[in-house]
C-alpha cells in the first residue's frame, strides 16, 4: 500500500446538472502511483457554506460511494436524481483510513446548473 502521507488535498471545481445522475470515477495517485483504499471508509458531504448544515452526505460502502478496483484504488461517487437547487456548493472528499487516520483528497465547488429538460 502506498503512503498516503504523501497526498496533499487537492481543489477540484465540479459541474453537474439537477435531475441528473452525478457520477465522478477516481484513482488517487501518490508517486508510486495508484493509491489502496483497502479498509478504509469515505465521506463526501455537499454544504452551501463550510460552515451551514450538510445538504447531500455521501458515504461509503453503501451510500452513493464504492471503492472497487484490483487493487481496491478504484473510488466512485453516484448519486440519482441529484437533487440539489441549482446554485454553487462546498464540497470535500474525506477518508479514514483502516490506520484510523482521517485525511482529505479531494476540495472544491459544486456547481448545479438548473434542469431544462424533464
Keep these: 500500500m ?19 445522475t452525478f457520477l465522478l470515477p477516481l484513482v488517487i495517485t ?24 450538510a445538504l447531500l452526505e455521501l458515504l461509503s460502502p453503501s451510500a452513493g460511494i464504492t471503492i472497487s478496483g484490483a487493487g481496491n484504488n478504484e473510488i466512485t461517487i ?4 441529484l437533487d440539489l437547487d441549482k446554485g454553487n456548493y462546498k464540497y470535500d472528499l474525506q477518508a479514514t483510513l483502516a490506520s484510523g487516520i482521517k485525511e482529505t483528497y479531494l476540495f472544491g465547488v459544486l ?3 438548473e434542469e431544462i429538460t424533464t
Design 30 to 53: 501518490d508517486a508510486n502511483g495508484p493509491v489502496s483504499f483497502a479498509g478504509a471508509t469515505f465521506k463526501m458531504q455537499i454544504r452551501k457554506k463550510a460552515s451551514s448544515a
Design 2 to 20: 502506498a503512503d498516503t502521507s504523501l497526498i496533499i488535498a487537492q481543489e477540484l471545481n465540479i459541474q453537474a446538472y439537477k435531475g441528473d
Design 111 to 113: 456547481t448545479v446548473q
Design 78 to 81: 453516484t448519486k440519482t436524481p
